[in-house]
């Protein structure tokens, strides 16, 4: 089946602009992951979603960063004000549960390609 | 956020074993440890999950001890194309250790 998408793939702004960064994750997965991977660094936990609802929103770095998926399905990434150390690799993930979730192998991640931002 | 640490990067030639060490001192009982493997310009994807003892598979070995406070990945003989950044995590019950994928070990295989 279909993957994780993300998209654009690619988003060049200038500074002081609004992005949207779209997700859609897999069919039928109820926990969606928002990351960040700036260049030569790990994976930095943004905000992750159990259905329409964010129970851990602690990594999102400002009140710039906004996130909201609907229908338990689509996600959007809005980072307002664009600052060039927002400049970084947005990656989406999905799993079948999130975590917390009994038994603990339901809630592997599943990724997707990422969003290259670059803010001038 | 709940930690695991690994080392931050380890070298090998081709056809060699690699071993890398995860520990997570927190583990929760319920939590199952799993890696994942991230190329250049790509998303990390799952290679191996396992519980307590050891699991294989087509890609790699996951060695567990008892107390299951830390994790072995295994690569038997890498190729090139091994080289990635290599994460580990726990998942499960403590969505700390869920969501903190750190900067991994970066895994460079030379000829």
């Known amino acids: 089946g279909a993957g994780v998408s993300q998209s654009p793939s690619n988003k060049v702004t200038e500074k002081g602009k609004d992005v949207e960064l779209r997700c859609d994750p897999i069919s039928g997965h109820t926990a969606l992951y928002w990351y960040r991977q700036s260049l030569g660094q790990g994976l930095e936990f943004l905000i992750y979603f159990q259905g329409n609802s964010a129970p851990d929103k602690s990594g999102l770095p400002s009140d710039r960063f906004s996130a909201e998926r609907t229908g338990g399905s689509v996600s959007t990434l809005t980072i307002q004000r664009t600052q060039q150390e927002d400049s970084a690799v947005y990656l989406c993930?999905?799993?079948?549960?999130?975590?917390?979730?009994?038994?603990?192998?339901?809630?592997?991640?599943?990724f997707g390609p990422g969003t290259r931002l670059t803010v001038l | 956020l709940a930690k695991t640490t690994q080392p931050i990067s380890m070298d090998s030639y081709e056809g060699q074993e690699v071993n890398i060490t995860c520990s997570h001192n927190?583990?929760?009982?319920?939590?199952?440890i799993t890696w994942y493997q991230q190329f250049p310009s790509q998303g990390p994807r799952f290679i191996i999950q396992g519980y307590k003892t050891k699991v294989t598979n087509e890609v790699a070995s996951l060695f567990i001890p008892a107390d299951r406070k830390s994790s072995t990945l295994s690569l038997p003989r890498v190729s090139l194309s091994d080289t990635a950044v290599y994460y580990c995590?726990?998942?499960?019950?403590?969505?700390?250790?869920?969501?903190?994928f750190g900067k991994g070990t970066s895994l460079l295989v030379t000829p």
């Open positions: 993930a999905s799993s079948l549960a999130g975590p917390g979730a009994s038994g603990g192998s339901t809630d592997t991640q599943y």
């Open positions: 995590l726990g998942e499960g019950t403590n969505s700390g250790y869920a969501l903190n």
């Open positions: 927190n583990i929760a009982t319920n939590d199952y």
